[in-house]
């Protein structure tokens, strides 16, 4: 059982918006930022959106991020094939003094 | 950057392994360190963090007391010693950058994974 709550899957056609959620609690997501990572099937994961809607320089600008008290969402607009993979959100925890991460999301283009 | 971790392989519950990680392309010395392992198939989960000079580490509670986690700045280098292992350590581990010097900042850049089986 995971520390921050995601739902298993998601999906989407080519060209449409997809939104991931990911629920916490006061020590970890209400206190401080959530990243995002995206795992391509066989390959290491990859930063996407740290401080809660950061986005690395090589990131495009269809993914965004955000955070509201203790959840936060992830959002990829213009949907693509290559964005296919699993999304993981993450975050400190200052209770148990450890990085939590979220089960993760596959993401499925149709 | 560049990270290579090396040292996995096949242990028998109780034993022990050494995991390393070589780091290049980035100045090693002014950021945290981290070590993230994943079941093949399962999500991701933290095992352990370390601050730019050794002075904050921490640990997940699932294997606080058997790993040591360590760093050597001149060598460009850091640790996993892992003791005690059991069935439920195995998994692929990562090697990660963090984005800052201290650990609570988030793991960035992450290299290919050394796999470790714990098995009879």
């Known amino acids: 059982q995971s520390v921050l709550t995601q739902p298993p899957s998601a999906s989407g056609t080519p060209g449409q918006k997809v939104t991931i959620s990911c629920s916490g609690s006061s020590s970890n997501i209400g206190t401080n930022s959530v990243n995002w990572y995206q795992q391509v099937p066989g390959t290491a994961p990859k930063l996407l959106i740290f401080n809660n809607n950061q986005r690395p320089s090589e990131v495009p600008y269809r993914c965004s991020g955000s955070k509201s008290g203790t959840s936060a969402s992830l959002a990829i607009s213009g949907l693509q094939s290559e964005d296919e993979a699993h999304y993981y959100c993450?975050?400190?925890?200052?209770?148990?003094?450890?990085?939590?991460f979220g089960g993760g999301t596959k993401l499925t283009v149709l | 950057v560049q990270l290579v971790g090396s040292g996995g392989g096949l242990a028998q519950p109780g034993r022990s392994l050494r995991l390393s990680c070589a780091a290049s392309?980035?100045?090693?010395?002014?950021?945290?360190m981290h070590w993230v392992r994943q079941v093949p198939g399962k999500g991701l989960e933290w095992v352990s963090g370390?601050?730019?000079?050794?002075?904050?580490?921490a640990y997940a509670d699932s294997v606080k007391g058997r790993f040591t986690i360590s760093r050597d700045n001149a060598k460009y280098s850091f640790y996993l010693q892992m003791n005690s292992l059991r069935p439920e350590d195995t998994a692929l581990y990562y090697c990660?950058?963090?984005?800052?010097?201290?650990?609570?900042?988030?793991?960035?850049?992450w290299g290919q994974g050394t796999l470790v089986t714990v098995s009879s």
């Open positions: 370390i601050s730019w000079n050794s002075g904050t580490i």
């Open positions: 993450a975050a400190w925890d200052d209770s148990l003094n450890a990085w939590v």
């Open positions: 990660v950058k963090g984005y800052t010097l201290g650990v609570p900042g988030p793991p960035d850049y």
């Open positions: 392309g980035f100045d090693f010395e002014d950021f945290a």
